[in-house]
């Protein structure tokens, strides 16, 4: 908690990247591997690919970590109201995308758009959000028969 929001740009796109969010999913890094490299300090170089590529990347990061605006464009807006969706990934966080009012643990209400990872192993040190805790935990989803 309390990691700074990471701010990388060109002159097409800036990405912004915030750690507290992070489940490790390694989307990024798998998905565009000159643009997301964690071996480099400053591990985001958006101008290794073309704006569209990396904008659809980050679409995918999957707890809504990383944030990408082109230039020139409004910010990407969340699907219609009714069409947020849950998804339980095996033996990891819920997956939620959308636009979501939340309520969090200690009572602070907001409002998000895009995607969350939120924590079901009970590991994590960032409540309510998956930090990737599960992986270091071994935990197993409930198997139905």
Known sequence: MGKKLQVYHTPEI???????????????????????DVSRADWVHPGAASAEEVQALVARCPSGALQAVRAGHAPAQTAAVGATTVTFQSDGPVLIRG???????????????????????????????????????????PRRS
Not at 14 to 36: E, K, N, Q, W, Y
Not at 115 to 134: E, F, K, Y
């Open 99 to 141: 636009a979501l009012d939340l309520t969090l643990p200690t009572g602070v209400k907001e409002r998000r758009e895009g995607s969350v990872a939120v924590c079901r192993c009970g590991q994590t040190q960032n409540d309510p959000w998956c930090d990737g805790s599960h992986a270091r935990a071994g935990f197993r989803s």
């Open 14 to 36: 800036a990405v912004t990247f915030d750690p507290s969010l992070c489940i490790h999913s390694a989307v990024c890094i798998r998905g565009l591997p000159a643009v997301f």
